[in-house]
């Protein structure tokens, strides 16, 4: 039982190109997230999704777009990666009731140049 | 709109000094969540506890104690008898759906070093 998992754990990209961070819980949890932490700033919400096929936007989604694969995977895409996407990227998966907790991956590190 | 106030930026304290981390929340929502998340230096996010709008229980965790009020929108946390390995980010969070976004909003963090 390895929880939330994130690849990569650090990433260095130039201005303008594309990557994609995955996740995958094995907890069958039905509500996954992606959280951008930065200095100072606590963690924001980029997206959500409530269950396998559905996602939305949370309070930062410009600049991204996100995939619910099946209900293990979440993934997180960077289209054309800028400097103020340099962040810790953090995804989490949320258990039902009566606990109703999320709980996070070890995070990616991602530094745009 | 939600809201979670850590206004500690930085707390400093020598080990076995007790300390306590306040949080402040904002909501319109009769049914909420709070939370409690540690950061070590490590920089995984652990959670530590949950707590619902319906029960103001204190309560108390081996060293860690957590104090919720109603009345004054606040969560705190306090730790007793501090250790070194207790120095980390601690976050506290939010979660309320108000029809807004199904995530949790989070706190800018306290820094809690412990100095032997």
């Known amino acids: 039982n390895a929880g939330v998992t994130q690849t990569p754990k650090f990433q260095v990209l130039k201005t303008g190109q594309s990557m994609t961070l995955q996740c995958a819980q094995d907890?069958?949890?039905?509500?996954m997230y992606w959280y951008r932490q930065d200095p100072g700033m606590g963690l924001r919400l980029i997206y959500y999704?409530?269950?396998?096929?559905?996602?939305d936007k949370g309070e930062v989604p410009n600049g991204y777009n996100v995939s619910r694969l099946n209900k293990r995977e979440f993934s997180l895409r960077l289209e054309s990666a800028a400097p103020s996407q340099t962040s810790v990227y953090f995804c989490?998966?949320?258990?039902?009731?009566?606990?109703?907790?999320?709980?996070f991956g070890p995070g990616t590190r991602l530094t745009v140049l | 709109a939600q809201k979670v106030t850590q206004a500690q930026t930085e707390i400093s304290v020598v080990e076995k000094e007790d300390v306590t981390l306040d949080c402040v929340y904002e909501?319109?929502?009769?049914?909420?969540?709070l939370f409690w998340y540690k950061q070590p230096p490590s920089g995984e996010l652990v959670f530590l506890i949950r707590r619902n709008s319906f029960d103001e229980q204190n309560e108390i965790s081996g060293r860690y104690s957590w104090n919720f009020q109603k009345s004054t929108s606040s969560f705190n946390f306090t730790i007793t008898a501090s250790q070194v390995v207790d120095s980390a980010v601690y976050f506290c969070a939010l979660y309320a759906r108000g029809g807004g976004a199904d995530g949790l909003t989070f706190g800018k963090g306290t820094h809690l070093i412990i100095q032997p």
């Open positions: 999704s409530a269950s396998e096929g559905t996602t």
């Open positions: 909501t319109r929502d009769t049914t909420y969540y």
């Open positions: 907890m069958n949890h039905n509500s």
């Open positions: 989490a998966s949320r258990t039902g009731l009566p606990r109703d907790t999320q709980y």
